[in-house]
């Protein structure tokens, strides 16, 4: 995405951030920082959902689908969209199976 940067958020991430042209609907560090703020969300979230899985009371799907209407809920530090993008990658931290998500709500 950009030389100057060490961090290089993924794809997956970026088109968050880009209009049907392509382009970035804002700047470069502002993705990366919104990236590194959804991925440490996504890493420090994964040990909250195992517990939540292990107590027993809901599936894979359930803790996933129950992290991202938390994390998508009025007043959230994350977009819809990110919110989607963090429970897709919790799943892949996880090795679970990712639920199938809502539409995100265009902001």
């Known amino acids: ?3 100057t940067s060490q961090i290089q958020p993924p794809p997956s991430f970026a088109d968050l951030f880009r209009t049907r042209s392509g382009k970035l609907s804002t700047s470069i560090g502002e993705v ?3 990236y590194e703020l959804c ?3 996504a890493c420090h979230l994964t040990e909250q959902a195992q517990t939540l899985y292990h107590s027993g009371n809901s599936s894979e799907e359930q803790v996933l ?3 991202h209407a938390g994390l998508a809920a009025d007043g959230s530090v ?3 969209a990110e919110a989607s993008w963090i429970v897709q990658r919790m799943a892949e931290l996880l090795e679970w199976r ?3 998500l809502p539409a995100p709500i265009s902001e």
């Open 78 to 80: 994350v977009s819809s």
């Open 65 to 67: 689908l129950g992290m």
């Open 32 to 34: 990366v920082q919104r």
């Open 98 to 100: 990712a639920p199938q």
């Open 1 to 3: 995405m950009d030389d």
């Open 39 to 41: 991925e440490d969300l």
